[in-house]
Every structure is written in C-alpha cells, then in structure tokens.
C-alpha cells in the first residue's frame, strides 16, 4: 500500500493565480481531512469529508474548496492565491479514529 | 472554542533522563492524540487515547489521559537521541461524535542530546 500520497510536493505560486493539491489514498478509507500547518505551530483543519460526495468546512475554510467524488481522492483548490496561503498543506485520511498523514505538499505564494 | 495548549514549547534533555509534556484542553472531550514530526516530514501517529485513565506505552514513551483535569501526558523514559522531534497532542473537537475533527498544539520540540 502506498497510504496517503500528495503532488505536488513543493509549488510557488504568483498571488491570484489558482491551483489544485492532490491526495490520494488506497486504505479504502471513508474519512479524509485537509490541514494547513504554518511555522512553529500545529495544523489547522481546513475541510474534511466523511464519505464520497459529503465534505464539510474545518477551522479555517476561507479561500478553499474541496470536492469528494470518489473514496480515494480528496482534492484541494485554491482559487485566487494569497500570501496568507504560504503553509505546508497536509492531507489525512482514516478509518477512524487514527488519522494516517500524507507527505505533505509546500506551498509558497508571491 | 477549543484550546489546545502543550508545554514546555521546547525541551532539551540529556540522554536517559526522564520528563513529561503535559497538554491541557479546554473543553470536554475523551479523544486525544499524540503525533511525531520530524523536521522537514510527515506526521506519525503515536498513540490514541479514546477513554478517561487511558495509558498507552510504546518503548520509551508512554501516554495517559485524566479526562476529568482535560489532561493528557507524555512520558518519556531514558531518552535516546533517537527521540529528538516534535510532539503534537490533538483532541477530538466533537467526542462522541462521528466526524473526528482535531485540534492541535503548537507541538513540543523535543531534543535529546548525548
């Protein structure tokens, strides 16, 4: 099983411009999340899903989407970039309880 | 709203010491995690705490969970520099619920030096 992977690893973006972080998992889990993590602090929940086709808002939504179409995938958009965006993005899925984490993917916006 | 609050932020010991971070949360709630991270990666899940006077142990660590103090500790015994990182607890927002949405500290640095 490969677990949670993430793509890209790294992207710097221009501020407005839009991009998509990809997370895809092969536990067959239902449950999947999306966190922020900036530096010197721990994550932030952004959105989570707990099933294809249902998501909900986290912590700290604002300036994100999130679609759920299959139980694999949990993608991430970013619409207009802004500085405010720059933080390590990772992407969690679980059974539950346990939530297993992705690699992470570092996103800078200039 | 839920706060999350781990110390000491840093914390430097000397190989086979003993110490303990403590998290302290502000709501009720009887789900707590501990997570790893070392710099520049992912994190790892340590323990699931998911009752009150919970314990979990895994080699040199051990976890416990007062839910009536909204305390959880970690204990680490004869640390080895191996477990240099940093430690997150997270606590369940909606215990006893069905959707498992974390909070996180601000994470312990943890080195060990020989």
């Known amino acids: 099983n490969a677990g949670v992977t993430q793509t890209p690893k790294f992207r710097i973006l221009k501020i407005g411009q839009s991009m998509t972080l990809q997370c895809t998992q092969d536990?067959?889990?239902?449950?999947m999340y999306w966190y922020r993590q900036d530096p010197g602090m721990g994550l932030k929940l952004i959105y989570y899903?707990?099933?294809?086709?249902?998501?909900d808002k986290g912590e700290v939504p604002n300036g994100y989407n999130v679609s759920r179409s299959t139980t694999e995938d949990f993608p991430l958009r970013l619409e207009l970039a802004a500085p405010s965006q720059t933080s390590v993005y990772f992407c969690?899925?679980?059974?539950?309880?346990?939530?297993?984490f992705g690699p992470g993917t570092r996103l800078t916006v200039l | 709203e839920l706060k999350v609050e781990q110390n000491p932020l840093f914390l430097s010991m000397q190989e086979g010491k003993n110490y303990t971070i403590y998290c302290n949360y502000s709501?009720?709630?009887?789900?707590l995690y501990w997570y790893r991270q070392d710099p520049g990666k992912s994190l790892e899940s340590l323990f699931v705490?998911?009752?009150?006077?919970a314990v979990k142990q895994e080699g040199r660590l051990m976890a416990s969970l007062d839910t009536k103090a909204r305390l959880s500790t970690l204990h680490i015994t004869a640390a080895v520099h191996d477990l240099s990182a940093t430690y997150f607890c997270?606590?369940?927002?909606?215990?006893?619920?069905?959707?498992?949405?974390?909070?996180f500290g601000k994470g312990t640095l943890l080195t060990v030096n020989p």
């Open positions: 969690a899925s679980s059974p539950p309880p346990t939530q297993y």
């Open positions: 536990m067959n889990h239902n449950y």
């Open positions: 899903s707990v099933g294809a086709g249902i998501t």
């Open positions: 709501t009720t709630s009887d789900r």
């Open positions: 705490l998911l009752s009150n006077g």
């Open positions: 997270a606590v369940d927002r909606n215990s006893g619920g069905s959707n498992y949405k974390l909070t």
